[in-house]
């Protein structure tokens, strides 16, 4: 059995956060709003993945209002779903993910964030891309008051 799983998140850009995508913190002057580190690029993947696995969402599996959560480690939470969804039988067939921001760069860091993901998931790191687009100055990821993130995983059993 084949099954494709779908991702998504935002959010705000704000200044005193650190900006963390797949696990690789950026050199930015604003990072990411949220409950925990606000790792878009791993929710989105966290979110794709439980889809594909039939198991629900980021948001049932870590609930918001849980003050356990707060400040988590996303590499963490990533894990521990990965690990359930294992449990279920699955395999990684491949993720293609998009990162949606304008500043700052994202082409130099690449390698390393799809070398991170890989570790997290205990994957190769052929198994996994990631592309980065701007939002052509058009708000929000254009103006630099949010980075998105879209996945599409498959896995298999
Ligand atoms: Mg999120």
């Not at 949220?34 to 690029?41: A, F, I, Y």
């Not at 609930?63 to 400040?71: A, C, G, L, R, V």
């Not at 990533?78 to 994202?106: M, S, Y």
Request: hydrophobic share 45%; aromatic share 8%.
């Amino acid at each position: 059995m084949i099954r494709v799983g779908l991702g998504y998140d935002l959010h705000r850009l704000i200044e005193g956060r650190k900006l963390i995508l797949g696990g690789v913190a950026f050199d930015f002057e604003k990072g990411e709003d949220g409950h925990s580190d606000g790792d878009v690029l791993f929710h989105a993947i966290t979110d794709a993945l439980l889809g594909a696995a039939g198991l629900g969402d980021i948001g049932s599996y870590f609930p918001p209002e849980d003050m356990k959560w707060k400040n988590a480690d996303s590499a963490e939470l990533l894990r521990t779903v990965w690990r359930d969804i294992q449990a279920a039988g699955w395999h990684l067939v491949n993720l293609d993910c998009v990162v949606k921001l304008e500043r700052p760069k994202f082409l130099p860091r690449r390698r390393e964030v799809i070398e991170s993901i890989a570790a997290t998931l205990g994957a190769a790191p052929d198994q996994i891309f990631v592309k980065a687009k701007t939002g052509e100055k058009l708000p929000p990821v254009g103006t630099s008051e949010a980075v998105e993130s879209e996945v599409v995983c498959l896995l298999e059993k």
